[in-house]
DNA sequence: TTGTAAGCGTTATCAA
DNA sequence: TTGATAACGCTTACAA
């Protein structure tokens, strides 16, 4: 590989001449200009990204900390926030924290010690003091789907309220009175909002709230069939399913397939992952804008590793996406 | 942040000391290593990684190109790939090719910036010569779901043409002698591949390989859609289906079930992604196993990178997923 | 406009 | 067993 002093001697001039015309323009001739450019295609030469975020102190890297690479989710987020994040001449460096304290912790230790010029996090275990810490220390912290007191401007996440709003107040317009919530575990924050969303809705239809409607459970397929289950156990009268998330969905969708009643149940799921559309009857979601939210995130992490961009939002606005599970049953089934 | 320098100055030693008990055992003093440990702890020193990548030359990063950071299919692939890497105290950074070839260049160029110690590669359009030439110039690739002649040690690739024999195998087993192909494109090496199994098994039925039942188009939804309105507007007769991968099986279940025919199709796709099993009927479908793959292509980097690891497959087996969508049809209908 | 030289935080060579 | 000191490839005062 050819370095910068190879360059310089080539091209009969000194490193820094080199390193100004490759840091844009400074005041370099028209003539060594040009010269140094011709040499630096001679020798095919590349700077290292690594030298200059020794000298420079930043690395042109930014970090992020996900709860799971794979996964419908979070792919959609990494996908974008690493376009906007590479067009500008950044790197974009992910991680697994795989959604446990100690994971996590590891993950942005790891991150900081390359270091990074700023680190995108969706961290639901790591306590709130760490991570606001972290930031007071220099690393600059964009939080996802998580809001902390005083730390707002750090945060983006959705409206989950109204997601959950939108989603039971469409059940309820449908002549579905009894409307059961199979929530994720209401320890996480996300869970007790979309709540809210769902009783501000009965509130509106004037509509008693039932906790032998509410359950919670993990946000996954084996939560969804285990509140399912204990749903139709408990003889609970009901004719729509507001679910968590989209894998609750498919896990209660199983079981009332099981017995006879998924195409008589309305349903209507969160986050809108992509094979939602492809299940049979489709499944109407609360669509949850994850492009949106990681091209923010990468915005909003390169403006404060001092890369100019546009202002950004911290809420994002939820929307409902109407499908077969919506108006396939009837609230009298 | 404290340096190198900050600890041996309060702990009494020199750089080189501390450098020592940094990087494991070197012939230090049991007190010498002892008091610097103590003052690492004190400062809360963590060795750059920076500057030891640009002292030793080496950085303790792998990169990864895939087609798509998002999708069902790469996920495992990263997360699988990830784990073993990190658990090696080694870091990965994946940027997204688009499967396209100047992306997928630009990509690589990105992460030899970096640089990185070695390179887990999944292009499709780039030049086979450019990947041998990058190897060569000192940066070592694992290079997935392709094959280059003379270059066998480096690929980790599934037995396509196996994937293929078995899932039309079965079809034919069941007694379908009309079986359909629906496949990626033929440009694609993999589909070729397939098609050659799906012609051994024809072969040992003793069932002529027909043309007109044999269509490629994109490997996604929309592919599948068109190859399936194909044909039924051909009117051709069949009672069976093999797709080149899930997503084309979407597309045509979605086609086969405006026409009432998806029940009545005996169907294989190809992959196994996750949503696969939660499909109504469950899609039956030739297993690809990703994770595996994933970390198949962590070690071989890992030891690329002088990381001692055990050795690899270079050839990974798949294996047929039975579910509703092979057993509900008959032949006959 | 250009060059010299110090510095970024490490490792590694060589003496001591 | 230790410590100077020169690298690694680049940036950036400061001087010329």
New binding site residues.
């Given amino acids: 590989?050819a370095?910068?002093?190879d360059v310089a001697k080539l091209a009969g001039?000194?490193?820094?001449?080199v390193?100004?015309v490759?840091?844009g323009n400074?005041?370099?001739?028209q003539?060594?200009r040009d010269k140094v450019k011709q040499t630096m295609k001679e020798l095919g030469y590349k700077?290292?990204a690594l030298?200059?975020a020794?000298?420079?102190?930043r690395s042109r890297t930014i970090g992020m900390v996900v709860s799971d690479l794979s996964g419908p989710f979070f792919g959609p987020i990494m996908k974008s926030a690493e376009k906007v994040i590479r067009d500008a001449g950044f790197q974009l460096v992910v991680t697994n924290g795989h959604g446990q304290e100690d994971r996590e912790r590891e993950a942005i230790e790891f991150m900081t010690n390359r270091p990074v010029d700023a680190l995108i996090l969706t961290v639901f275990a790591l306590p709130e003091e760490e991570i606001v810490e972290l930031h007071r220390n220099g690393t600059p912290i964009v939080l996802l789907n998580r809001r902390i007191q005083g730390f707002e401007d750090n945060c983006i996440y959705l409206d989950n309220k109204q997601g959950g709003y939108l989603a039971t107040k469409r059940m309820l317009e449908l002549g579905h009175d009894r409307v059961a919530f199979l929530a994720g575990h209401f320890t996480h924050p996300d869970s007790l909002e979309r709540l809210e969303g769902y009783q501000q809705a009965l509130d509106e239809f004037g509509i008693p709230f039932r906790q032998d409607l509410v359950f919670d459970d993990d946000y996954n397929e084996d939560g969804g069939r285990r509140m399912c289950q204990k749903l139709l156990n408990l003889k609970r009268d009901f004719s729509a399913i507001f679910c968590g998330n989209d894998l609750i969905a498919i896990g209660a969708r199983d079981v009332l397939n099981q017995h006879g009643k998924l195409q008589s149940t309305c349903m209507v799921g969160f986050d809108d992952v992509t094979f939602a559309q492809y299940l049979n009857p489709s499944l109407s979601s609360v669509f949850f804008p994850v492009e949106q939210m990681g091209e923010r995130a990468g915005h909003m992490a390169l403006a404060m590793a001092g890369h100019k961009t546009a202002a950004v939002t911290h809420v994002l606005q939820p929307r409902l996406i109407e499908r077969e599970s919506l108006m396939a049953a009837q609230p009298n089934d």
């Fill in positions: 590989m370095t910068i002093k001039v000194s490193k820094a001449t390193s100004r490759l840091n400074e005041r370099v001739s003539i060594a700077p290292s030298a200059q020794l000298a420079t102190n």
